[in-house]
Every structure is written in structure tokens, then in C-alpha cells.
């Protein structure tokens, strides 16, 4: 069986993807909430669609900064369904701005979405799953596993004989750490 490594290297859309942010530890609320964001638009969708419209979601979020896309109100989701550049879905939509909201409550007691990551690391899967759920909307399974592994909280974004793995590991992930 192929892996992301295999697929994405030489790939227009995948491989910029698997060379510069996929696995790569986050720790800006907005890169958080931007590849959090990604996921739950991937939901039912193919990971090409999202890449190439990812660039069209960071403007349309405005930047994923959680202050502002917390603070829009039904005229702003009126903008997004409106757009063509993103996934159009009110669900989803909703979820993005709520999910901002959340990240906002999360700097009271952990400092940042970060912090709060960094506070249940390292956890099961499962565990994960459960936390993720009680915190956020829009979760379930593979969401948050993406969003872990993409972000370089759990392992298995890149193969061992991949060079980029070698280059997170050199960023001391935190899966690494455990």
C-alpha cells in the first residue's frame, strides 16, 4: 500500500503540502484553527479539493485570526456561503466560527490553543476523540486524528525513510517527546 509520502512527492497539489506544513508542529492559534478549520471542511470531500482552495479559505477567514472570525455575525456567514472559493456548507461554516469562540474560552486557562493541546498531551486516540469532542464542534474521529497527526501532536504524517521526516523530527514534535 502507498503512503501520503509516495503519493504527495512530485505532486502539484500534494506535495508542497507534505514538504512544508503537513506533520510540521503548529503553535499560532490562527495556524491551529486554520488546519482545524481544513479538516472539518474535509469531511465527506477529498484533501485535493481543500488544498486548492486553502488559500481561498485563509482569506475568507481573515487569516483563521480566532479574535475576528469569532466575532462574525450572520452577515459574514452570508459572505462565506456566498463564496465559491470555499466549501460552502452552513454546517461547517458555523462550526469555524464557533470553534474560534472556543479557542478564545481555551487562552483563559492554558494561555493559547497550543497550551491546551500541550496540557492533554500525550493522550490515546480515543481519549482525544472524547476531549475534542466535549471542546469543539464538528469533531469526530478522523477529524481529530488528522488534525493531530498534521500538526505533529501524534505520529504517522511522514514514513521514517521520508526526508522531510527527518526535517520534523529536527523541530522536536511534540509526539516525539513522549
Same mark, same amino acid.
Given at each position: 500500500?502507498?503512503?501520503?509520502?509516495?503519493?504527495?512527492?512530485?505532486?502539484? *497539489?500534494?506535495?508542497?503540502? &507534505?514538504?512544508? +506544513?503537513?506533520?510540521?508542529? !503548529?503553535?499560532?492559534?490562527?495556524? !491551529?484553527?486554520?488546519?482545524?478549520?481544513? +479538516?472539518?471542511?474535509? =469531511?465527506?470531500?477529498?484533501?485535493? !479539493?481543500?488544498?486548492?482552495?486553502?488559500?481561498?479559505?485563509?482569506?475568507?477567514?481573515?487569516?483563521?485570526?480566532?479574535?475576528?472570525?469569532?466575532?462574525?455575525?450572520?452577515?459574514?456567514? =452570508?459572505?462565506? !456561503?456566498?463564496?465559491?472559493?470555499?466549501?460552502?456548507? %452552513?454546517?461547517?461554516? =458555523?462550526?469555524? *466560527?464557533?470553534?474560534?469562540?472556543?479557542?478564545?474560552?481555551? %487562552?483563559?486557562?492554558?494561555?493559547?490553543?497550543?497550551?491546551?493541546?500541550?496540557? &492533554? &498531551?500525550?493522550?490515546?486516540?480515543? +481519549?482525544?476523540?472524547?476531549?475534542?469532542?466535549?471542546?469543539?464542534?464538528?469533531?469526530?474521529?478522523?477529524?481529530?486524528?488528522?488534525?493531530?497527526?498534521?500538526?505533529?501532536?501524534?505520529?504517522?504524517? &511522514?514514513?521514517?525513510?521520508?526526508?522531510?521526516?527527518?526535517?520534523?523530527? %529536527?523541530?522536536?514534535?511534540?509526539?516525539?517527546?513522549?
Amino acid at each position: 500500500m502507498s503512503s501520503y509520502c509516495d503519493v504527495a512527492r512530485g505532486d502539484p *497539489i500534494h506535495g508542497p503540502y &507534505h514538504d512544508t +506544513e503537513y506533520g510540521f508542529p !503548529l503553535r499560532s492559534d490562527a495556524a !491551529l484553527l486554520e488546519r482545524l478549520a481544513l +479538516e472539518i471542511n474535509q =469531511a465527506g470531500l477529498s484533501w485535493t !479539493l481543500i488544498l486548492r482552495k486553502q488559500a481561498n479559505f485563509r482569506a475568507a477567514f481573515d487569516g483563521f485570526d480566532p479574535a475576528k472570525v469569532a466575532a462574525y455575525g450572520e452577515a459574514d456567514v =452570508a459572505r462565506l !456561503l456566498a463564496d465559491a472559493g470555499i466549501v460552502r456548507n %452552513r454546517l461547517k461554516i =458555523a462550526a469555524v *466560527i464557533e470553534n474560534a469562540r472556543r479557542v478564545l474560552a481555551l %487562552r483563559a486557562d492554558y494561555g493559547s490553543f497550543a497550551g491546551w493541546l500541550d496540557a &492533554h &498531551h500525550p493522550l490515546p486516540l480515543a +481519549e482525544w476523540t472524547k476531549l475534542f469532542k466535549r471542546t469543539f464542534r464538528f469533531m469526530g474521529g478522523e477529524i481529530v486524528r488528522e488534525f493531530l497527526v498534521s500538526t505533529g501532536y501524534l505520529p504517522g504524517a &511522514h514514513d521514517p525513510g521520508c526526508p522531510v521526516y527527518a526535517e520534523i523530527a %529536527r523541530l522536536d514534535p511534540p509526539w516525539m517527546a513522549v
